[in-house]
């Protein structure tokens, strides 16, 4: 039996990116399976700061174009697709995937490493799934055209919702961040951006109950759990970003699996099967960080690597 890849990485982000290119360095016949063009979430994000080697930041989406350009010098083959599944053959695997406008394929490979990441998680407030793009967001920087001169909420007072917070306020009269705990979870310097920002107010210990509105989101239910007050808020925009949900739907069965949902690997990026790694925002235990998932996707390359030249 011929495989058709040494290997095959499942994912366009950070740890995707960088797999493919130790991968392709290593002189292994790697194809990437992307959904979405190179970065992945980290497309969304406007501007990088704590990456190294940018003294000045650099936004998400053109790091993701030069992490990509740079593994395709070195072979890698990209394909837009959604893989559907992994199915188990000998000592092979076979990835099952959906082409963009091109019908079905299967790939048989030596190893695959799985570097998905994870999708924004929704707040399940009713009106949410109604006004999605009617107002409701889950990227600030991709919608940012329809927050022009409005009153904007966003849920979540973590590094993601802090940092597209900021961003909107060049286009947004008005940006209310929304968080549940009782303060904010953010690193202490967008914190510090925020509360200096006079476009920006801050409602900690608050849930939102419903999303409002006709053919746009027009108001919000707000509940303080702290003290049970219910207000309302007017807003003409709701940006949600509170975490972050694995795209492991089709691993489910196959793959051990933490109570959650994420990738559980050893320390080699190894998950339960033999020949299968996780590396990056899937995984179990991540930090979710993209230098992080650099490190991963090296750390699973070299380690596919390995199993290959024993192996096969």
Known sequence: MEADYDLIIVGCGPAGLAAGLYAGRGRLKVLLLGKETAGGEMRGIEQVENYPGFPDGVSGAKLGLEM?????????????????????????????????????????????????????????????????????????????????????????????????????????????????????????????????????????????????????????KLLNVLTSERTTLQVGGLLVRIGLEPNTSYLKGLLSLDSEGYVLVNEQLETSIPGIFAAGDIRHGSARQIAIAVGDGVTAALSADRLIKLKY
């Open 68 to 220: 990509m350009k740079q593994a395709m010098k070195y072979g890698l083959q990209f394909k837009l697709a959604e893989v559907k599944g992994i199915e188990l053959q000998q000592d092979y695997k076979v990835v099952k995937a959906k082409l963009i406008r091109a019908g079905e394929a299967a790939y048989l490979a030596k190893a695959v490493i799985i570097a998905g990441g994870a999708y924004p998680r929704k707040l399940g407030a009713p009106g949410e799934n109604e006004f999605a793009g009617k107002g409701v967001s889950y990227c600030g920087v991709c919608d940012a055209p329809q927050f022009k001169e409005r009153v904007v909420a966003v849920a979540g007072g973590g590094d993601a919702g802090l940092t597209e917070a900021l961003y909107l306020t060049r286009i947004a009269s008005d940006i209310t961040v929304i968080e549940l705990m009782p303060q904010l979870t953010a690193s202490k310097i967008l914190q510090e951006r925020v509360l200096a920002n006079p476009k920006m107010k801050i409602c900690c210990g608050t849930k939102i109950e419903a999303i409002i509105g006709d053919d746009q989101v027009k108001e919000l």
